[in-house]
């Protein structure tokens, strides 16, 4: 487990504990209502997202409380469901037959497959976003049937995935766009860079199976 660097530069371990009784605080702070499996939920996520800072074993304290406050706003403000990390350890936690439609715009793979498999298996229809990674024509986004889809990365492993559920159709959106190469960098090692994005790529996606969700609500 990595430690906490105090401003003094005394270090001190960490613990989830404190994350959770930070959270407990906004939610109080506001008069806002909270599940004791929320607050636990919501300090893991902080945890994970500790990752990126940790540098030797430490992160700066103040690294730490910027993450637990802009989480902890986003969690009173937005309400806690929208800051859910969903994975197959926390689905039982949502009801998904609650909903009229499902907009599945998950980067993790067994979170994405989670999520449409029990979709499908509580009758919910559900449209999933493939990869915007790597892309800078907004475009080149359309609605169609997985099993159609070619050049996307994740569409062909989440076909794989989902074939061994028994699952060989799903409406998804997705670039005709094949993906730009990472450039190899000299300060990376020579190793190619995780796929990046540009802030107008993704929210076409976004916009593009808004307006699918929509149409086909109002159609019914």
């Known amino acids: ?27 109080e702070a506001l008069n806002k209502q909270y ?3 929320v607050v636990n939920m919501l300090a893991l996520q902080v945890s994970a997202d500790f990752e990126p800072k940790i540098k030797n074993g430490l992160i700066a304290v103040a690294e730490a409380k910027s993450i ?8 009173v403000a ?17 009801d998904l037959s609650a909903y009229d439609y499902i907009a599945d715009c998950i980067d993790t793979v ?18 999933s976003a493939m990869g915007a990674g790597n892309k800078l024509d907004p475009s080149r986004f ?8 070619e050049t996307c990365p994740l569409a062909r492993v989440l076909r794989q995935r989902l074939r061994k559920k028994g699952i060989e159709h799903l409406q998804v959106v997705y670039s005709t766009e094949p993906p730009l190469t990472p450039l190899e960098t000299i300060a990376d090692g020579g190793r ?6 540009v802030s107008f790529v993704p ?9 699918a969700v929509i149409r086909a609500l109002t159609e019914k």
């Open 68 to 75: 637990i406050g802009k989480l902890s706003l986003t969690a």
């Open 192 to 197: 190619k860079q995780l796929p990046g994005s």
């Open 203 to 211: 929210s076409a996606a976004g916009l593009v199976a808004a307006g």
């Open 78 to 94: 937005d309400g806690y469901k929208a800051v859910i990390f969903y994975l197959p350890e926390n689905a039982d936690s949502i």
């Open 110 to 127: 067994s979170a994405k497959v989670e999520l449409i498999t029990r979709a499908n298996a509580a009758g919910v229809p559900i449209i």
């Open 142 to 149: 359309s609605v169609t049937d997985l099993a159609k889809t």
């Open 35 to 37: 599940h004791p499996s």
């Open 1 to 27: 487990m990595y430690q906490v660097l105090k401003r003094d530069g005394g270090t001190v371990e960490f613990e989830i504990s404190k994350i959770s009784a930070a959270m407990i605080k906004a939610f």
